[in-house]
């Protein structure tokens, strides 16, 4: 996997910045900012290839790029609640200036937990996401053969409880359901679904087992990152900016930005029969 490449350097440069008052959250560090986008969308180049070029009218080009966009509107995010902490660490309760020894430590463990701590999981979330959703778009092409979809988890005892009430849901692909429960359904979440052959003996989930089931996690994972083209929600944490600060938010600090697609990304299976399911337990089903 990708290096977080931030320089112990840099470090010393930023912390230094943030005691004299050049970065703070009106003065962002654009090589932080540059260090946290890059090494999130390695992520995405775990999946869609490194240094990749798509051809005109890829079928991967326009979820690509609302995951970049995405990612970089995140780590505009992560930047800001950095820059924030750490300009609060400057002074004391009283309102006296720290000394810079106690400062830095302090400081330290904030870019710690930030770029340590937190980064990582945010990466393999980032793959994670990227990886579901390119299956989602196969799922989509190959609904009119196998229009059905089963969850599955990790089946050991790390799987968390809700997930494990989810375990072998069977819906048909169009179902409403996927769109708030495909997988990842949390940090770190290892579930996964697959389909299933249209002529197989499929028994599908009642809706009133459905209307029992508990949402994932957070609202973070409540959508499919395929329709929506978002890995990170505006729900998370970081987006809880300063109403002085939500302007310059909205334009994502003035950092460089990659475009979002003009149109609108996938938001539904391509068209395909209603499938009729004969009860039964004999599934047979193809992972994607």
Known sequence: MAEFDYTPEEFENLVNNVYLGNVNPDSL?????????????????VVFG???????????????????????????AKTYQQARDMSELVFSADGFKRSFTDFKKDAKNVFDTYNKNWMRTEYD???????????????????E????LKYVTAGDERVRHDHRAWNGITLPVNHKF????YPPNGWNCRCMVVQLDDNDRVKLTPDETLDIVPPPDSALFNNN??????????SHPYFNFKKEHQE???????????????????????SHKEPTAQQGNNLTFKAK
């Not at 979330?125 to 609904?143: G, L």
């Not at 053969?145 to 059905?148: D, H, M, R, T, V």
């Not at 990152?225 to 505006?234: L, M």
């Not at 003035?254 to 539904?268: D, R």
């Open 29 to 45: 560090p654009l090589d932080l900012y540059n260090a946290i986008n890059g090494y999130l969308s390695a992520g995405l180049d």
């Open 125 to 143: 979330t980032a793959v994670t996401s990227a990886q579901t959703a390119t299956q989602w778009r196969q799922i989509s092409e190959d609904a």
């Open 50 to 76: 490194e240094n990749i070029v798509f051809d005109v009218g890829a079928p991967d080009l326009k979820l690509y790029q609302y995951f970049k966009h995405n990612i970089a509107i995140f780590s505009g």
């Open 225 to 234: 990152p395929a329709k929506t083209g978002v890995i990170f929600d505006k």
């Open 178 to 181: 996927w769109d708030t429960h």
């Open 248 to 270: 310059r938010a909205r334009r994502n600090f003035g950092l460089p930005t990659p475009e979002k697609p003009a149109e609108a990304i996938l938001t539904g299976v391509n």
């Open 145 to 148: 053969a196998l229009p059905y």
